[in-house]
């Protein structure tokens, strides 16, 4: 994307914070554990690392009617890595949705639309560029303390520079990456003070693993370019592949500004070729309300 681009989403994001609405919404911490970060198959290149990611999000709300609302929001983020710092992260996403709700009262249906756009930089530079997204939800609030969700997704990243290519006839774009997803949701309110959330998504499209030289994943790739944020002579692939990821969090209410969770993600990727991984991710996180 060019530099007025940039400028734009920039500009555009501090309109949403400063709109009428509160200039910041609410700001977090949380601590990640992945036991398989690069996305690896076997047993040699399986690593795994903590991070401690940090958040604020500014909006602006616009009532558009009875049962339309537009949103505009900022979040800026950051992430660092205790062992692979080339994974640090900073990124600034601009999100607009769309709300409608078909009727009135507590258990009326809603219709969700968004589109965000975030620049995301990393201290591995190979991996800095653009992320894309658009996404459609379905809910409804089925007794006092059960709501189910349906959504539907898309996205995309984009990669300001493009490495040497490893070998001359496969392209060395790899962290170039589209995929689309189906997912199901609940949130249970066991208590006025917890709240319980179950979530299953089937994910189709390109995932990026990195290994040692692996001659069924070479072949089974789109791309391929060295990766040296997992240690020299190690190489990122892009594969097509079908992946299901199953969610599973508890959040207790702190106070009425406040609350933590606990939450971990079970992840299956299987591509072409017979290739498979999974991972495993435990989050601690806290969230402020303001």
Same mark, same amino acid.
């Given at each position: 994307?060019?530099?007025?681009?940039?400028?734009?989403?920039?500009?555009?994001?501090?309109?949403? /914070?400063?709109?009428?609405?509160?200039?910041?919404?609410?700001?977090?911490?949380?601590?990640?554990?992945?036991?398989?970060?690069?996305?690896?198959?076997?047993?040699?290149?399986?690593?795994?690392?903590?991070?401690?990611?940090?958040?604020?999000?500014?909006?602006?709300?616009?009532?558009?009617?009875?049962?339309?609302?537009?949103?505009?929001?900022?979040?800026?983020?950051?992430?660092?890595?205790?062992?692979?710092?080339?994974?640090?992260?900073?990124?600034?996403?601009?999100?607009?949705?769309?709300?409608?709700?078909?009727?009135?009262?507590?258990?009326?249906?809603?219709?969700?639309?968004?589109?965000?756009?975030?620049?995301?930089?990393?201290?591995?530079?190979?991996?800095?560029?653009?992320?894309?997204?658009?996404?459609?939800?379905?809910?409804?609030?089925?007794?006092?303390?059960?709501?189910?969700?349906?959504?539907?997704?898309?996205?995309?990243?984009?990669?300001?520079?493009?490495?040497?290519?490893?070998?001359?006839?496969?392209?060395?774009?790899?962290?170039?990456?589209?995929?689309?997803?189906?997912?199901?949701?609940?949130? /249970?309110?066991?208590?006025?003070?917890?709240?319980?959330?179950?979530?299953?998504?089937?994910?189709?499209?390109?995932?990026?693993?990195?290994?040692?030289?692996?001659?069924?994943?070479?072949?089974?790739?789109?791309?391929?370019?060295?990766?040296?944020?997992?240690?020299?002579?190690?190489?990122?692939?892009?594969?097509?592949?079908?992946?299901?990821?199953?969610?599973?969090?508890?959040?207790?209410?702190?106070?009425?500004?406040?609350?933590?969770?606990?939450?971990?993600?079970?992840?299956?990727?299987?591509?072409?070729?017979?290739?498979?991984?999974?991972?495993?991710?435990?989050?601690?996180?806290?969230?402020?309300?303001?």
């Amino acid at each position: 994307m060019t530099r007025a681009a940039r400028y734009l989403l920039l500009l555009a994001g501090l309109h949403a /914070a400063s709109a009428p609405a509160a200039l910041l919404d609410q700001a977090g911490l949380e601590l990640r554990l992945d036991d398989n970060l690069a996305r690896a198959e076997l047993e040699r290149d399986i690593t795994g690392d903590v991070a401690l990611a940090a958040s604020a999000v500014g909006s602006a709300g616009y009532q558009l009617g009875d049962s339309d609302r537009l949103k505009l929001s900022v979040d800026l983020s950051a992430t660092a890595y205790r062992r692979y710092v080339g994974l640090d992260m900073a990124s600034l996403r601009l999100t607009a949705s769309h709300r409608h709700k078909f009727g009135l009262g507590a258990y009326a249906p809603a219709l969700s639309l968004s589109a965000s756009v975030a620049r995301q930089e990393f201290r591995d530079s190979a991996r800095t560029g653009w992320h894309y997204e658009l996404d459609a939800a379905l809910s409804r609030r089925i007794s006092p303390r059960l709501e189910l969700q349906l959504g539907y997704g898309f996205q995309m990243r984009r990669a300001d520079d493009e490495d040497p290519r490893v070998v001359p006839f496969i392209a060395a774009n790899v962290f170039d990456t589209s995929s689309r997803h189906l997912r199901i949701r609940a949130n /249970a309110l066991i208590t006025p003070r917890y709240l319980v959330s179950a979530g299953y998504a089937i994910h189709k499209g390109d995932i990026i693993s990195t290994t040692l030289r692996n001659l069924p994943i070479f072949l089974a790739s789109d791309a391929i370019a060295a990766d040296p944020t997992f240690g020299p002579e190690r190489f990122a692939y892009t594969l097509t592949a079908m992946t299901h990821d199953v969610q599973l969090s508890i959040s207790r209410l702190i106070d009425d500004t406040a609350s933590m969770s606990l939450g971990y993600q079970f992840i299956d990727s299987r591509a072409e070729g017979g290739i498979r991984y999974r991972a495993n991710l435990v989050r601690a996180s806290y969230l402020r309300q303001f």
